[in-house]
């Protein structure tokens, strides 16, 4: 994270909010944007995540900074009070409790809402005991017993109701995908893209005609197969608004190789350069990733979808 490319970030939108602007699309799971949503026009916002990743450490994905958070009410500002945020991505390492509390207060039955309290409390010991620990994998989200989960999918099967089992969807769904990863087995890049894009393909399906900014980390934004050897979320966006009739500009910015914290960053349309440290904003919340340095800090993309797109009427 860096001061840098929020700021950047910022500037793009208030570019393109003059000409319409419905969303900023972010790597961060589609509840926890909601979160940041809430949060982001009000004066108090930063107060606000603070209280959240206080209560749910590692609860939402890149938005523990200062900047990011500022950049997101910033640019609410610039695009009008129906501009949105969106979360593509999977639920991050500490969402089990917000989830679980989310699925209580849809007014569950009996039966899965004795399922869930079960795992509500469980939740909050497996925290209290990643705090003491400073261990990620001692989360719920990763520590959870299966048996547990399996006992309240039946339950929430039977008398969850809608809303508990889409919310208890992402959260399997996200453990499936750390484990896979945590395990080295399995496709968890793959499977994470493929989350990515049919997220991104609902939404736009309830906003068509939608102009958006997408802020990801440059192995998302690639236009064709990534490094990964993934077709990622760039592809798909490339991909599609071509079959549109519509464009999209995909802009890579980040740090220099060896370069100096205090040097400037860089954008570039096409060009691809592995990153150092960065100095960034860790002022909000608690995050098992704060002020723990990396050797390698991938740069960010940016994906513009810039033109409105023409639809083909079939006889």
């Not at 945020?85 to 991050?92: H, I, P, R, S, T």
């Not at 849809?106 to 010991?125: C, V």
């Not at 399997?172 to 399995?186: F, L, P, V």
């Not at 440290?277 to 995050?287: E, K």
Request: hydrophobic share 40%; charged share 25%.
């Amino acid at each position: 994270m860096t001061r840098e490319i929020p700021a950047f970030t910022t500037q793009i939108c208030r570019l393109m909010a003059p000409s319409g602007l419905t969303a900023m699309v972010v790597e961060t799971g589609l509840e926890a944007a909601r979160v940041v949503d809430a949060a982001m026009r009000s004066e108090d916002r930063e107060a606000r995540i603070d209280k959240f990743l206080r209560a749910h450490p590692s609860g939402i994905a890149f938005f523990n900074g200062r900047d990011e958070v500022r950049m997101a009410g910033d640019c609410a500002a610039a695009a009008g009070p129906k501009f949105q945020l969106w979360g593509l991505d999977q639920e991050f390492l500490g969402s089990s409790g917000p989830l679980l509390q989310e699925m209580l207060a849809s007014r569950p039955g009996p039966r899965a809402r004795a399922a869930l309290a079960d795992l509500a409390a469980k939740d909050r010991k497996a925290t209290a005991a990643a705090l003491a620990s400073g261990s990620p994998f001692d989360l719920f989200l990763l520590s959870a017993s299966q048996d547990d989960l399996d006992r309240a999918a039946a339950a929430i099967t039977q008398d969850g109701g809608k809303r508990a089992r889409y919310l208890f969807g992402l959260l399997t769904e996200t453990r499936a995908i750390y484990q896979t990863s945590k395990a080295r087995k399995g496709d968890p890049n793959g499977r994470r893209a493929r989350l990515m894009k049919r997220t991104l393909a609902a939404q736009l399906a309830a906003n068509p005609g939608a102009r958006l900014l997408l802020k990801f980390g440059a192995m998302h934004a690639y236009k064709s197969i990534n490094p990964l050897n993934q077709r990622d979320l760039g592809a798909y966006v490339a991909e599609r608004a071509d079959g549109e009739g519509g464009s999209s500009l995909h802009i890579e910015c980040g740090r220099r190789r060896n370069a100096a914290a205090a040097s400037p960053g860089w954008c570039s349309r096409s060009a691809w350069s592995f990153a150092g440290d960065g100095g960034g904003d860790f002022g909000i919340g608690h995050s098992f990733y704060r002020g723990r340095r990396h050797s390698y800090n991938p740069p960010l993309r940016l994906m513009l979808r810039i033109a409105r797109p023409w639809r083909p009427e079939f006889p």
